[in-house]
Nanobody
């Protein structure tokens, strides 16, 4: 069974940093586009970032541009989301997901094939 597992969440003060990691069992992440989404209490899930399968292009939501960075670690078979300058409004459950691609014009609307269970990120003083 294909499985994605997120790790690295936790409690951090405003302005701090966290790195989330998405790991996979039974398949190679490099063969998929990998996206990160988040869902805050009472809000709909929103796309945060995506890294493409073909050329490694990366895409970010405006609200994280310049603060978050998505990257692949093929040696570890993970996709990481480095989050800097965190704000209280970044508090959410963060999910990683895998799909065949994340096109530039529609990366936020990708119909992902596989999802992880999520990891909680809380930004609070």
């Amino acid at each position: 069974q294909v499985q994605l597992v997120e790790s690295g969440g936790g409690l951090v003060q405003p302005g701090g940093s966290l790195t989330l990691s998405c790991a996979a069992s039974r398949f190679t992440l490099d063969n998929y586009a990998i996206g990160w989404s988040r869902q805050a209490p009472g809000k709909e899930r929103e796309g945060v970032s995506c890294i493409s399968r073909r050329d490694g292009s990366t895409y970010y939501a405006d609200f994280v541009m310049g603060r978050f960075n998505i990257s692949r670690d093929n040696a570890k078979n993970t996709v990481d989301l480095q989050m800097d300058s965190l704000k209280p409004e970044d508090t959410a459950v963060y999910y990683c997901a895998a799909a065949g691609g994340c096109p530039k014009e529609a990366w936020e609307y990708v119909d992902y094939d596989y999802w992880g269970q999520g990891t909680q990120v809380t930004v609070s003083s």
